[in-house]
């Protein structure tokens, strides 16, 4: 299964330059990521390729405005731009809308459909230096007033509420990758001289870029 060439023409031209005016956490890199994975869980459960291609390519478009409704915000981006009528039907639109509200790793729903799940489990980018990192990042682009201890409090905080034992994280494919790289983050989160060597590590990195 190939995602229509057409469509894929009009995403990579028109939709993802969007994502270069978001935070590094939220960049060009990270959407092409989650498309990626998308794609794979795609082919694995049968499920529309062309539908999973473009909900992961507006996942975040809500970043454009406030991050804490950006899930709602992207899908009615996604559901407003009536030049996907070429590719979809009214209720595929539905439906990728939906997926995109859903997408959230704090959302208190399961997903309501399988592109909901495919398009939530691909953002987990659960792999440890991809999480640290974006986490890192996200508090260097949105709270660059902080100095360097006050970054690893946010940083741990951040870490510990959403990936470690008991944090609102939720899978909902089972035995996809993400389930071993979670454990991995997990240990991390657990040893405090871990997690303090992995920022230190990062930051080091990423503080002036």
């Given at each position: 299964m190939e995602v229509n060439l057409e469509l894929m023409s009009f995403i990579e031209t028109i939709i993802l330059p969007k994502y270069n005016d978001f935070d590094p956490?939220?960049?060009?890199?990270h959407v092409q990521r989650v498309i990626a994975s998308s794609l794979v869980l795609a082919r694995k459960l049968g499920a529309d390729i062309d539908m999973v291609y473009a909900i992961a390519a507006y996942h975040d478009l809500g970043m454009s405005g406030p991050r804490a409704i950006h899930h709602v915000t992207g899908g009615k981006i996604l559901a407003a731009d009536k030049r996907l009528a070429?590719?979809?039907?009214?209720?595929?639109?539905?439906?990728?809308?939906?997926a995109v509200e859903d997408h959230r790793a704090s959302a208190s729903h399961e997903p309501r459909s399988i592109y909901g799940k495919i398009v939530a489990e691909a953002d987990r980018d659960l792999q440890p230096d991809i999480v640290f990192t974006r986490a890192i990042q996200f508090g260097l682009g949105h709270y660059s007033e902080l100095g360097e201890e006050e970054q690893y409090t946010r940083f741990r905080n951040h870490?510990?509420?959403?990936?470690?034992?008991?944090?609102y994280l939720?899978?909902?494919?089972?035995?996809?990758?993400?389930?071993?790289?979670?454990?991995?983050?997990?240990?991390?989160?657990?040893?405090?001289?871990?997690l303090r060597g992995v920022f230190d590590k990062h930051y080091a990195k990423l503080k002036d870029q």
């Open positions: 956490a939220h960049s060009l890199v070429k590719w979809f039907s009214p209720e595929q639109v539905k439906i990728m809308r939906e870490v510990s509420e959403k990936y470690g034992n008991g944090g939720r899978l909902w494919i089972p035995n996809s990758p993400n389930e071993q790289y979670l454990k991995e983050v997990r240990e991390i989160i657990n040893d405090k001289t871990k």
